[in-house]
C-alpha cells in the first residue's frame, strides 16, 4: 500500500508574524509622532553643548569633544594622553579660568556666610535686648506691687510677721514658721489664722497670676513617725496653709500650688538659733501675670 502524502504548509507567512508586524508599526508610528510634536531650539541646545563641554569635558576648553570630534576622529591615539587633560573633578588641570572661578566662588561663598552670621548676631542681640527690656518692665510693676502689698501688711499691722520683697518674676511674703506651727508640727497654731485670714484678703486684693505656697524648715534631722524627714515635714506645713486659705478666702484654687523644700534652700546660718528660727518658714509668691 502506497505511503500517504502530507498535506503541504499554508502559504503566506505565520500568524505570529502578522502581529508582531503590527506592532512594530504602531510603535513607529508612535515614536514619528513623538518626533513631529518636538521642537529644537538651536540656540538652546548650543548654549546647553557649551556649559557642559566647560563644566564636565575633560578637554582644555570643552568644545572640541563636541565640534570638532577629536577622540573620535583620531581615535585611540588621543587616549594616551587624556591624563594629561583630567583632574579630580574632570575638569582641565591647567585651566586658569577654573582656579579664577573656584576663587571668585570662595570669596562670594565667605562673604554670605559672614553675612548670615551677623544677620544671627544682630537677631541674638535684638532677641537679648528685648528679653531685658521685659525683664526691666517686669520688675518695676512688681516693685510698684510689692510696695502696694507692704502698705497693705503694714496697715494690716503684719509688719513684724510677715516680710516682703520681690524680683522680676513674682512678689514674696515670707511667714516665719514659728508664728505657724509647733515645734515639728504641721498643725496651724490658733494664733495664726488671723494672721492668715489677713495675708487671704491682701492675696485676694492684688494677686491676679499664679500664686506658690512653699514650705521650708531647717537642718535639724525630723525622727517622728509621721514625718520622717525635713521634705515630709516642709510639704505637709505647705499643703496646711494651703488648705486653710482655699477654705476661708475666695482664692481660686486652680490657681495655687504648694510645696516643700525641706532644708535645701536656707537664707540664714543654720549654726545658729536665729538663722535656723529664720530658716524655719513659708513662702508666698505671687507671680507676674504679664
Not at 39 to 62: P, R
Not at 70 to 91: F, H, K, P, W
Not at 201 to 225: C, F, K, Q, W
Not at 241 to 258: A, G, N, Q, R, W
Request: charged share 20%; with cysteine; glycine share 6%.
Amino acid at each position: 500500500m502506497g505511503k500517504k502524502k502530507e498535506d503541504p504548509p499554508p502559504a503566506g507567512s505565520p500568524a505570529w508574524m502578522a502581529t508582531f508586524s503590527d506592532l512594530m508599526n504602531l510603535l513607529l508610528c508612535f515614536f514619528v509622532l513623538l518626533f513631529s510634536m518636538s521642537t529644537i531650539d538651536e540656540a538652546k541646545l548650543n548654549e546647553i553643548i557649551a556649559s557642559m563641554s566647560s563644566s564636565f569635558s575633560v578637554f582644555s576648553g570643552g568644545a572640541t569633544s563636541i565640534g570638532e570630534g577629536i577622540l573620535i576622529s583620531n581615535g585611540v591615539s588621543q587616549l594616551n594622553d587624556l591624563a594629561e587633560y583630567i583632574n579630580s573633578t574632570g575638569r582641565s588641570a591647567d585651566s586658569d579660568n577654573d582656579s579664577e572661578q573656584i576663587q571668585v566662588y570662595d570669596t562670594q561663598s565667605g562673604g554670605k556666610e559672614n553675612t548670615e552670621a551677623t544677620e544671627d548676631a544682630s537677631q541674638q542681640i535684638s532677641y537679648e535686648e528685648a528679653a531685658q527690656a521685659i525683664e526691666a518692665a517686669n520688675l518695676q510693676a512688681n516693685e510698684e506691687l510689692a510696695e502696694l502689698i507692704s502698705e497693705a501688711v503694714a496697715d494690716s499691722q503684719l509688719s513684724d510677721q510677715v516680710d516682703v520683697s520681690f524680683t522680676s518674676q513674682y512678689v514674696m511674703l515670707t511667714m516665719k514658721g514659728s508664728i505657724l506651727f509647733a515645734s515639728g508640727s504641721a498643725a496651724l497654731n490658733d494664733e495664726c489664722k488671723p494672721v492668715l485670714d489677713r495675708v487671704a484678703t491682701i492675696l485676694e486684693r492684688y494677686a491676679r497670676g499664679e500664686i506658690e505656697i512653699n514650705g521650708h524648715t531647717d537642718n535639724v534631722p525630723m525622727n517622728s513617725a509621721k514625718y520622717p524627714s525635713n521634705e515630709e515635714l516642709s510639704s505637709a506645713r505647705a499643703l496646711s496653709v494651703f488648705y486653710y486659705l482655699v477654705e476661708t478666702s475666695s482664692l481660686d484654687p486652680t490657681l495655687i500650688k504648694h510645696s516643700g523644700y525641706g532644708e535645701r534652700m536656707p537664707i540664714a546660718d543654720n549654726s545658729t538659733e536665729a538663722g535656723r528660727a529664720r530658716n524655719r518658714r513659708v513662702e508666698i509668691r505671687i507671680y507676674n501675670n504679664n
